[in-house]
């Protein structure tokens, strides 16, 4: 839990330094055609049997949108996610950065991806697609045993966030991430803070 502070107090710290280079006046919504990349890092949530539990996470993806209205936009994504057993604090000590014996998931999205501003800052955001996993468990029998496995699900997700130009907004977002395959369920959900910049 204290890794997840504090990747949530580092994002926040460093949206506060970048909000002013952004920020201006936005007196009309913002839903422009365009590329974007966004980045979250947040708490994934393991669901199931004996690989339930949490950890830290973070996802990255980029695409184009296009303008359909004044408010509206919409297009294609592209990213790519780890969702499991990253000990951030271990990046800086001695100690391994991925935890042995614990459930690890990630893998590589394409979908689509909407965005939606109700007023000129505010927006609501949602995405969906094919999930190309990779990932490790203990299965979920009477004798659960350690396995590697991939395979191919699908993500959805939605969120709200505040535009300070119609070049950079940030967000809270909510991502589930289906990868389940025979005996071993890793399917995992990411709540996490977002930061988007348009180009």
């Not at 926040?12 to 055609?33: E, I, K």
């Not at 000990?87 to 100690?95: D, E, P, V």
């Amino acid at each position: 839990m204290r890794n997840t502070a504090l990747v949530f107090a580092l994002a926040a710290a460093g949206t506060l330094a970048a909000a002013p280079a952004f920020a201006q006046d936005l007196t009309t919504p913002g839903a422009d055609s365009g590329f974007y990349v966004n980045g979250a890092v947040g708490h994934s949530y393991f669901g199931s049997g004996h690989n339930s539990g949490s950890d830290t996470g973070y996802q990255i993806s980029g695409g184009y949108r296009w303008a359909l209205s004044p408010a509206f936009a919409i297009g294609p994504e592209v990213g790519y996610n780890d969702l499991g057993n990253i000990r951030l604090k271990n990046i800086f000590q001695s100690g391994p950065v991925i935890a042995d014996g614990k459930a690890s998931l990630h893998g590589w999205t394409a979908g689509a991806n909407a965005q939606y501003n109700f007023t000129p800052n505010w927006y609501a955001s949602a995405r969906t697609g094919l999930y190309a996993w990779n990932g490790d468990g203990t299965s979920n029998d009477i004798n659960p045993v350690r396995m590697h496995r991939n395979s191919d699900g699908y993500y959805a997700g939605a969120g709200v966030g505040y535009d300070f130009s119609r070049k950079f907004g940030v967000g809270v977002g909510y991502d589930y991430y289906r990868a389940k395959k025979g005996d071993l369920n890793l399917s995992t959900g990411l709540l996490s803070a977002q930061a988007e910049v348009r180009f």
